[in-house]
């Protein structure tokens, strides 16, 4: 990301338009689309466009039986799946159904396995790390240098840097004794 999109210019060019406005304070209740009968003229609040939304860390957390305790962000996480494609919902919560990966490996009595369980946990806590790091270069800094943005609310307006360092810890308590 840093190759392509310097930090500055994604937080003061880019990130304005795909910050929703489903609890956006500038907008209050939502945005009114004129013209739009399906609404009826009323205020209309959506998420902003957000890297949560895409399928496959929550398809991993289920393959690998990731869970998160309850927090705004997982709120948030939850509510978004519903912006997913029903294909990418039905695929994610099959898996959280039917995936026995964790409960196969633990009581496998091999450490081999358990070790390549761990390996992948390991790179999905990796992974939120790196997103840790850009949210908290793209985001927070750039926040932090603006009047009135509060650099510990994200673009889907949660308090986002908290709650990515709990769901990377999360992450790495699911890995198995070996």
């Known amino acids: 990301m840093p190759e392509r999109c310097d930090p500055y210019c994604y937080f003061h060019r880019v990130r304005p338009w795909i910050h929703g406005w489903k609890d956006n304070p500038a907008l209050g209740d939502g945005l009114i689309y004129d013209g739009v009968e399906e609404t009826g003229g009323a205020p209309q609040a959506f998420r902003g466009q957000t890297g949560s939304q895409s399928s496959i860390v929550p398809a991993m957390d289920a393959l690998l039986s990731v869970g998160h305790a309850a927090d705004p962000l997982r709120s948030f996480l939850d509510e978004l799946h519903a912006y997913r494609p029903p294909a990418h919902r039905r695929f994610i919560e099959d898996i959280r159904a039917a995936s026995k990966v964790r409960t196969f490996i633990e009581h496998s009595g091999k450490p081999d396995l358990k070790t390549l369980y761990n390996d992948n946990v390991s790179k999905l806590a ?29 673009t889907g307006g949660t308090p986002f840097m908290k709650y990515l360092k709990k769901h990377r810890d999360e992450a790495e308590a699911h890995l198995l004794p070996v």
């Open 126 to 154: 990796r992974f939120r790390t790196r997103h840790l790091e850009y949210a908290a270069s793209y985001i927070n800094k750039q926040a932090s240098h603006n009047a009135g943005n509060d650099p510990d609310v994200g």
